[in-house]
């Protein structure tokens, strides 16, 4: 979801979150990140696929949360999403004749590439898959007991 969210509105995204989280909470952010910190989306997807959608870097993220949470764990899963991205796309292949009914050729061309040229990117390591966790920043100072 945080790809929806616009680079200008991380750290109220992270406020927000932690404003809805238990002390001793966790959170959970799964997202498709890029490695570089960009402050626009890619126009393909822009226009097409994800209206308004940009991928957050890792330094943006971090950069973000930082008042609200600490880092607990991180974990990329990118090498399990181009093989999901190339199930799709078969499943689709597959089962065109029945999508037809619904999509229009050029849908199908245009969603064809959007698998395929992720799949591309996710192979080339030009974009990741993230599963971070956080705790609220109090949860954590308490394990280092007064300040």
């Given amino acids: 979801m945080i790809e929806h ?7 109220d995204f992270f406020r927000i979150v932690r404003g809805h989280l238990v002390p001793e909470g966790l959170f959970l952010l799964h997202t498709i990140g890029d490695n570089r910190s960009l402050t626009v989306g890619d126009p393909f997807l822009h226009k097409y696929i994800f ?3 940009q991928l957050p870097s890792l330094q943006q ?13 991180q974990q990329n899963l ?7 991205l190339k199930a799709w796309h078969h499943n689709m292949q597959t ?3 029945e999508l037809a009914k619904q999509y229009d050729e050029r849908f199908r061309r245009m969603f064809e590439f ?4 992720c799949a591309g990117a996710f192979h080339a390591g030009a974009i990741q898959h993230w599963q971070l966790v956080f705790a609220p920043v109090e949860r954590v100072m308490d394990y280092r007991g007064p300040r």
């Fill in 95 to 97: 089962h065109w004749q």
């Fill in 114 to 117: 959007y698998l395929l040229s």
């Fill in 5 to 11: 969210v616009g680079y200008k509105n991380y750290k």
């Fill in 78 to 84: 990118a090498h399990h999403y181009m093989p999901t």
């Fill in 51 to 53: 209206p308004n959608g």
């Fill in 61 to 73: 993220i971090t950069a973000s949360m930082i008042d609200c949470f600490t880092l607990q764990d």
